[in-house]
C-alpha cells in the first residue's frame, strides 16, 4: 500500500480529478499555496495498491503539463547589478510533484 501526495496546479486539479475518479482512484482534495510564485495549489491525497502507482504517474503526467508564465523579478532598483534585470522573465510553472510514501496499516472506517 502506498500513499501519494500529488501537489498540482490549480489549472490542472478538476481535470485530473475528473480523470482519478474515472480511473476509480479515489483521492481527497486539500487546498495549497505553495512555491516562488504564491499561486494556488492544490493537494491530492490518495491510498493506493503498489501495483497501481504506474498507472497513476502515468496520469498525472498526461493531465499536469508544465507551461510558462512571464513574471517579474521584484528586485530592489538598488540591488540591481544591471537595469535589465527589472524586465520580466519567462519561468516554467506546471506539472506535479508526487510525494510517494509506504503505508504498514491503511484502514477505511
Do not use: W, Y
Not at 20 to 48: C, H, P, W, Y
Request: glycine content about 6%; charged content about 25%.
Amino acid at each position: 500500500m502506498k500513499l501519494v501526495f500529488a501537489i498540482v496546479q490549480d489549472a490542472d486539479a478538476a481535470h485530473l480529478i475528473r480523470r482519478l475518479s474515472e480511473q476509480a482512484f479515489e483521492v481527497t482534495k486539500l487546498a495549497s499555496t505553495g512555491g516562488f510564485l504564491r499561486e494556488g495549489n492544490t493537494t491530492l491525497l490518495m491510498g493506493i495498491d503498489e501495483e497501481r502507482l504506474d498507472d497513476l504517474k502515468r496520469l498525472v503526467r498526461q493531465v499536469c503539463r508544465t507551461r510558462t508564465r512571464l513574471v517579474s523579478p521584484g528586485i530592489a532598483l538598488s540591488e540591481q547589478a544591471e537595469p535589465l534585470l527589472n524586465q520580466p522573465i519567462e519561468v516554467p510553472v506546471g506539472g506535479a510533484v508526487l510525494f510517494v510514501l509506504s503505508i504498514e496499516e491503511f484502514v477505511k472506517v
